[in-house]
């Protein structure tokens, strides 16, 4: 399994400089989206629904205070297995072309990071977790055609 820096390091390799806000959306649909074709998760790291949509705390804590980020030395992408690299890439063609700002807005609309929020105002601050069986749920939902 790939860790959450060694799946920063591939996108950031494959797309180049992002927003750190669009990082971390990239790598959370790469990990809901892994969970739903691989039936496993793609790194082993938390993800907390934050007011502006999911946070990887350890990408957070890898990138604080900067807005741009263009490398992820804590991570090598070359220890993706084939599986991670094709969920990735997926992931990277279907959403890579949106904002930071509408990949947020998009999260606020899904079920897992809503809620995992709960009751909590819109704007409040919360550390609430993102559960792996909420993401595999909700995403594989998504590929279910309606009768």
Do not use: C
């Not at 094709?86 to 998009?106: I, M, P, R, W």
């Amino acid at each position: 399994m790939a860790s959450v820096h060694d799946v920063a390091a591939y996108i950031l390799r494959r797309v180049g400089a992002l927003t750190a806000m669009k990082l971390h959306k990239l790598a959370y649909y790469s990990h809901a989206w892994h969970l739903v074709w691989e039936e496993r998760p793609l790194f082993d790291a938390r993800i907390e629904a934050w007011s502006n949509g999911p946070v990887i705390r350890e990408l957070y804590d890898g990138h604080r205070g900067t807005f741009a980020v263009e490398e992820w030395p804590l991570g090598d992408p070359d220890r993706l297995d084939g599986d991670e690299r094709s969920t990735v890439d997926a992931v990277l063609e279907f959403y890579g072309d949106k904002s930071a700002h509408e990949l947020s807005q998009l999260t606020h609309h899904e079920e897992p990071w809503r809620r995992a929020r709960g009751d909590l105002p819109e704007g409040a601050r919360s550390t609430s977790v993102i559960s792996d069986a909420d993401l595999h749920e909700y995403y594989d939902g998504l590929t279910r055609t309606q009768p």
